[in-house]
């Protein structure tokens, strides 16, 4: 009987143990794999939600987490090439998934200059050979802003989650087709708020947002700071006090991981309101619900100020 016990209490545990650790980089991805994951497994995050991504170093117990990892879901190296030094050079078992490089993605080039032409969005959605390499700088990297992209990357965990966990794809698969659903009522939602502004006429903190802007229609003038939150210069600080002069700009959006002094100095002496926008759900507690919550958050934000 006592063999029979621990006989027992070994295949317990052995089932238990058999779910794949799974990795994810930033909030709104973990949130993402966490719905598909719902009822089966947790995903850990490297990232909290208030350390900006564009620069970072990893701690010993995260490159351990790494090595032992079943499964790493991220955006991509145009997004953390910290991460994609840290991947390589972990050549353990696990398979890394960088989302923004599935053919299915919706990628946009990064905008240049500190000024935007509205709607001209250069998509690169199959274009990916000539980006490979030497070409990630050129590809926007914020595009979970796109909820079409988020019902992309659901299906493509659920499919490697199952891979990876076969006695559980069922779970998996009704997991992300119950997220699609919730994704496209979120877009639906934000579409209609966001008709409510006639004549957007905003500056953000760095130029972040393409991809919402993109699909909701509704565009920045420019941004401040470059797309990887690189400190801008004086010419382009100039510029941008040139557009908050000149172009009637009504809100500039700032974020939580960047210190507000800068947008202060620049709007000084103007009737220009200042709102934060957080990409990366800084305020949210992390877990499925976050994704959407950055989301409605961002259109929220938009219309409160805009409106």
Not at 75 to 80: A, M, N, S
């Amino acid at each position: 009987m006592k063999y029979l016990i621990t006989l027992a209490a070994v295949l317990f545990c052995t089932s238990a143990s058999a779910n794949p650790r799974v990795i994810t980089d930033i909030a709104p991805i973990h949130s993402l794999v966490s719905q598909v994951m719902d009822g089966v497994g947790i995903p850990e995050n490297l990232l909290d939600a208030k350390t900006s991504p564009h620069g970072f170093s990893l701690r010993p117990s995260q490159a351990e987490a790494l090595a032992d990892a079943d499964l790493v879901f991220w955006v991509g190296p145009e997004l953390t090439p910290w991460l994609d030094r840290a991947l390589e050079g972990l050549a353990g078992k696990a398979r890394t998934l960088a989302l923004i490089d599935a053919p299915q993605s919706y990628r946009l080039e990064i905008r240049e200059g500190t000024t935007f032409d509205a709607h001209e969005h250069h998509d690169e959605h199959s274009d990916h050979d000539e980006h490979s390499e030497h070409g990630h700088e050129a590809i926007d990297p914020h595009a979970w802003l796109d909820p079409e992209n988020a019902k992309v990357w659901l299906a493509l965990i659920a499919g490697a989650l199952s891979d990876a966990d076969p006695e559980n794809a069922e779970i998996y698969k009704k997991n992300a087709k119950r997220a699609v659903a919730d994704v496209d009522r979120m877009t639906r939602d934000i579409s209609s708020r966001l008709s409510d502004i006639n004549v957007p006429r905003f500056v953000v903190f760095h130029d972040a947002y393409h991809y919402f802007e993109a699909r909701f229609e509704i565009e920045a003038m420019g941004a401040i700071a470059l797309n990887d939150a690189t400190k801008p210069g004086p010419k382009r600080l100039r510029e941008i006090q040139n557009i908050l002069k000149e172009q009637d700009i009504r809100c500039v959006f700032s974020e939580p991981q960047f210190n507000p002094r800068l947008i202060k100095a620049i709007s000084s002496g103007l009737d220009i309101r200042i709102v934060t926008l957080d990409p990366m759900g800084t305020t949210l507690a992390t877990g499925p619900a976050l994704y959407g919550g950055v989301m409605r958050g961002i259109a929220e934000a938009m219309v409160a100020c805009l409106e």
